[in-house]
């Protein structure tokens, strides 16, 4: 099976613009979470999919949304960029939720300047 | 909140030496935790999970829940285990915050 795709690797914005990041699971995953991965932070968890419908939720501000469709694809939003937001985003799937193994995509690069 | 903490950021042993690798939960119930590992340029990846009891890389961890830990540990470390490490809750029910574990690099010197 294909991993877990993300698209775009890299992206260069400036604050205050917004941004959209695409991941595709692996076939058959029904849940999708994304990370937040920083040298400082480490990793931090933003939300979880499952369904098309929010599972769980990190402290992150609403500037953070996303979604999940139909063929549980996903995307998330960041609007409102601040330079903060610059990090390498992590994208996990898994065949459920709660205590399943997650696998994790390559992730995308956002620097905001 | 589902939050596991693990206190040290960096953790630099010799080649041969043991390993521990400290997390700590503090969330009530029976806790489902995760070791992911990173390795350079690799994406992030399951270690091992404590529900399966399994030793991975010689790696193993216990569940301690008078301590509330879930410590990682090799009796003898190689060069190949040098990577960053993370301690991971799992959503046992919707509408929690999981809070993972900052990671731990872990550099084996040769």
């Known amino acids: 099976k294909a991993g877990v795709t993300q698209t775009p690797r890299y992206l260069i914005k400036t604050r205050g613009q917004q941004v959209t990041l695409s991941c595709s699971p692996i076939s058959g995953h029904r849940s999708v979470s994304w990370y937040q991965q920083t040298p400082g932070q480490g990793l931090q968890f933003l939300f979880e999919y499952f369904s098309e419908t929010q599972r769980n939720k990190g402290n992150f501000p609403g500037r953070f949304s996303g979604r999940q469709f139909s063929n549980s694809r996903s995307e998330m939003n960041v609007s409102t960029l601040e330079l903060g937001d610059s990090a390498l985003y992590l994208c996990a799937s898994s065949f459920r939720t709660g205590e399943e193994t997650q696998y994790f995509g390559p992730g995308t690069r956002l620097l905001v300047l | 909140a589902q939050r596991v903490t693990q206190p040290e950021k960096l953790l630099s042993v010799f080649k041969g030496a043991p390993v521990e690798l400290k997390c700590n939960y503090s969330?009530?119930?029976?806790?489902?935790l995760f070791w992911y590992v990173q390795y350079s340029r690799q994406r992030l990846q399951l270690l091992l999970r404590h529900i399966s009891r399994e030793s991975i890389k010689g790696f193993t961890a216990d569940l301690n829940k008078g301590e509330t830990s879930f410590h990682l540990k090799k009796p003898f470390a190689q060069e190949e285990d040098s990577a960053m490490y993370y301690c991971?809750?799992?959503?046992?029910?919707?509408?929690?915050?999981?809070?993972w574990g900052a990671g731990t690099k872990l550099i084996i010197k040769p």
């Open positions: 969330y009530s119930g029976s806790p489902e």
């Open positions: 991971a809750p799992a959503a046992m029910d919707s509408n929690y915050q999981l809070i």
